[in-house]
């Protein structure tokens, strides 16, 4: 069965620090990665996503991440956090058309100014 | 436009009652689905429906019942509630022959 770690539970950082969060993936077959953010009270936005090419993925708000295969990894990173990024993160994953997401756990992000 | 709606948004209601989330998606999608979030933020499929028809049905008590009219609505109906269903329900949409899925804002279940 597919299953999504995100290692990070917590995270606290401060304004222009660099951000990494963590997604690890159980899956022996092509999965297709989105990262989803929550901001406080909102619904669920699409940050980015991975199906194929390029394993480096740019999305919005200045983030992206890496798809390592051998890894099983879908890292996401952004080189200087604002405090509006203060949100939650879910890693998720599914493996074709029509079928649901797993998600991992999210990460909470909170940015101090 | 909003592209995934729920109502309520909020809802509060003592246990035992029965209540009904309404999702409705205006994006042509085949595809429905119904999401779970505890109070610990995990994320978890409950139904999927496509084309008004039962895809996924993770183990989900049977006082929860999916009910599809037309492909742009999957209602979520629960029966006697209890104070463990109390969590954020999501409602998302996707295309056939798509990966992408678009989520509503969520319903917060609230059962006193």
């Known amino acids: 069965a597919q299953s999504v770690s995100q290692h990070n539970h917590h995270v606290i950082l401060s304004e222009a620090a660099s951000l990494e969060l963590g997604c690890n993936y159980s899956y022996g077959g092509t999965v297709n990665l989105f990262w989803y953010v929550q901001y406080p009270g909102q619904h669920l936005q699409l940050l980015l996503k991975?199906?194929?090419?390029?394993?480096l993925v740019k999305g919005i708000k200045g983030f992206e991440a890496e798809f390592i295969k051998s890894k099983f990894s879908f890292n996401l990173r952004k080189p200087s956090v604002q405090w509006s990024d203060t949100a939650e993160y879910f890693c998720?994953?599914?493996?074709?058309?029509?079928?649901?997401?797993?998600f991992g756990k999210g990460t909470t992000l909170s940015v101090s100014s | 436009d909003t592209a995934v709606s729920q109502t309520p948004k909020y809802l509060v209601t003592q246990m035992g009652n029965d209540k009904s989330i309404k999702c409705e998606q205006n994006l042509g999608h085949d595809t429905m689905y119904w999401y779970k979030q505890d109070s610990k933020k995990f994320l978890k499929i409950m139904f999927s429906y496509n084309n008004k028809e039962l895809i996924i049905n993770e183990t989900v008590p049977n006082r929860f019942s999916p009910k599809s009219p037309d492909k742009a609505h999957l209602n979520l109906h629960i029966n006697s509630l209890e104070l463990g269903d109390s969590a954020v329900y999501f409602c998302a949409s996707s295309q056939v022959g798509s990966v992408l899925a678009f989520f509503g804002q969520g319903t917060r279940l609230t059962v006193v």
């Open positions: 998720a994953v599914n493996n074709q058309a029509g079928t649901a997401l797993i």
């Open positions: 991975y199906f194929s090419g390029d394993p």
